[in-house]
DNA sequence: CACTTGACCTGTCCGC
DNA sequence: TGCGGACAGGTCAAGT
């Protein structure tokens, strides 16, 4: 569930309440979250303070000042969620410092929320010197945390083959295109959610994107002109930030790392609103199944390409 | 290599 | 009310 947009608006909070905290302890209960052993733990992350947060597609890279960073992919259903000190909360007084976490001073925006951290669905647990925590919360456990060298992160599979970012500025319509030629027989929105050719575009957007550039999802890419793709990739640049602008898509599960819902899904054309009418030409939106996925589209503006 | 399917998980919802 | 099954969807491994 967390895309770019998403992962983007934990990025920006992790990076205002995060930056130059210093780690003193880590705690996990599930192996798989977590897959480093204590050695790690102890040598390249305890002690280490923050330097920076960043974003590569939907991963979140946590920079520490000993050349190693924290690589995270929430999946389906992680969640970042910093809690400042419990003191920070309970003295109710005005801020005097700097620090982010003062502006909870006298309740933060989801103490509900917060106040109940860990519970069952907790991985993982940073714990800073100042009493404040980072809990990585994953209900359904495909999400995972690792410690790795910077100098190595690039040898992960994961990011070896990872496409360009779909936000990034060494993007554009001619280029995507050109990446897509490698998967020509495929529906377009199999090779849209394709992380290797474009990064960081999921289920919804897809979906958003595609009805906006009125392409029927089940399109094989080899019937896609380069206009078209030009005004698929100008409808993906669109739908990412108004979702950052909204603070992301909250299904059930997403929060930024305050604990935050997003609204993007209320400006929503199509994703979740079969049985309703198109907002450009008023047909009945249809659910349907396209590579596996639970895919939405207008039947009217979205006609499927006949093949010649 | 291109492409598809199943596995990884848990919570929720739907029909009986 | 309980119970089985389908579903949610990001990525990897294994299949054709």
């Given amino acids: 569930m967390p895309e770019l947009p998403e992962v983007e608006t934990i990025r920006v909070g992790l990076e205002r309440m995060l930056k130059t905290r210093t780690i003193s302890s880590i705690d996990f209960n599930w192996e798989k979250s977590f897959p480093n052993n204590t050695q790690d733990v102890k040598n390249h992350a305890i002690g280490a303070k923050v330097t920076h947060v960043k974003r ?3 991963v979140i890279i946590i920079e520490l000042s000993t050349g190693y960073s924290f690589i995270i992919h929430l999946k389906m259903t992680g969640q970042l969620i910093f809690a400042p ?3 920070s909360i309970i003295h109710n007084l005005p801020s ?6 003062d502006r909870f001073a006298g309740g933060h925006p989801n103490d509900s929320l917060i106040n109940d951290l860990p519970d069952k669905s907790t991985r993982v647990i940073i714990v800073f010197t100042d009493g404040s925590k980072l809990f990585f919360n994953d209900q359904r456990k495909f999400g995972w945390v690792r410690l790795i060298a910077n100098t190595e992160i690039f040898s992960i599979d ?8 779909a936000l990034g500025s060494d993007l554009n319509g001619e280029i995507l295109f050109k990446r897509m030629q490698r998967r020509k027989n495929s529906p377009v929105k199999a090779v849209i959610l394709d992380q290797t050719i474009l990064a960081g575009v999921g289920n919804i957007y897809t979906d958003e994107s595609l ?31 108004l979702s950052i602008e909204k603070g992301g898509s909250t299904d059930k599960n997403y929060v930024d790392a305050e604990g935050k819902k997003g609204s993007y899904l209320k400006f929503a054309k199509v994703f979740r609103r079969e049985g309703q009418e198109c907002p450009r030409c008023g047909s009945i939106i249809e659910k349907t199944r396209v ?5 939405h589209f207008c ?3 979205q006609k499927p390409k006949e093949i010649k």
């Fill in 56 to 58: 590569l597609g939907k």
């Fill in 85 to 87: 000190a419990l003191n």
């Fill in 96 to 101: 005097t410092s700097n620090d982010p976490a």
């Fill in 158 to 165: 994961f990011f070896k083959k990872l496409g360009p970012d």
């Fill in 211 to 241: 009805w906006g550039a009125k392409i029927n999802p089940a399109t094989p890419v080899k019937l896609l002109s380069q206009k078209q793709i030009d005004k698929l990739y100008k409808e993906i640049v669109f739908v990412m930030k």
């Fill in 291 to 295: 590579v596996g996925r639970g895919t």
């Fill in 299 to 301: 039947p009217s503006c």
